[in-house]
T-cell receptor, first 115, second 111 residues
């Protein structure tokens, strides 16, 4: 079974600063994918970034990057130059690449950007 | 392009009443379909998933059920709602092991 841990229930960050959202995971699978989703107050889940367990380089998508440390089983999301529109809930998730198709989510971090 | 529609957006139902939430996907064939529930301030809990018509896997025993009458239609139902069924329900789809795409969700309040 997979488990995702997000230890920061809430964070406050000044606008334009970088922010790191923590995510650690526990799995016995050797091949898996890691995902980050953003959930604004409207409730929709927006896919941000994906990292495969065998990817040699950390994933990047615009202002989002994933700090993947496989030995430590961590997959932290880094948002550079934060904007007011970044205020939202952020969820880390993982899915094994073999077997079931299910995505397991963490409990989320509520990020608030302060102007 | 693919789109996912989920309705209604909000719903207030009394305890003991039935429930039917509907989700449809357009622009693709044979998607995997999922129902997740998010309790207030909590993460997402997978309720049901389906890899094909009539194929439903249940993750959590409860008074909810799911059906997939058509390839791109996924329905979440209950015969008698409980107070604990209140929450935010999200439908999602993907193909194989691609990224999961979510609908806009249904906020259910059971009174």
């Amino acid at each position: 079974a997979q488990k995702i841990t997000q230890t920061q229930p809430g964070m406050f960050v000044q606008e334009k600063e970088a922010v790191t959202l923590d995510c650690t995971y526990d799995t016995s699978d050797q091949s898996y994918g890691l995902f980050w989703y953003k959930q604004p107050s409207s409730g929709e889940m927006i896919f941000l970034i994906y990292q495969g367990s065998y990817d040699e380089q950390n994933a990047t998508e615009g202002r989002y990057s994933l700090n993947f440390q496989k030995a430590r089983k961590s997959a932290n999301l880094v948002i550079s130059a934060s904007q007011l529109g970044d205020s939202a809930m952020y969820f880390c998730a993982m899915r094994p690449n073999f077997g079931n198709e299910k995505l397991t989510f963490g409990t989320g971090t509520r990020l608030t950007i302060i102007p | 392009s693919q789109t996912i529609h989920q309705w209604p957006a909000t719903l207030v139902q009394p305890v003991g009443s039935p429930l039917s939430l509907e989700c449809t996907v357009e622009g693709t064939s044979n998607p995997n379909l999922y129902w997740y529930r998010q309790a207030a301030g909590r993460g997402l809990q997978l309720l049901f998933y389906s890899v094909g018509i009539g194929q439903i896997s249940s993750e959590v025993p409860q008074n909810l059920s799911a059906s997939r009458p058509q390839d791109r239609q996924f329905i979440l139902s209950s015969k008698k709602l409980l107070l604990s069924d209140s929450g935010f329900y999200l439908c999602a789809w993907n193909l194989g092991k691609t990224t999961l795409h979510f609908g806009n969700g249904t906020r259910l309040t059971v009174t």
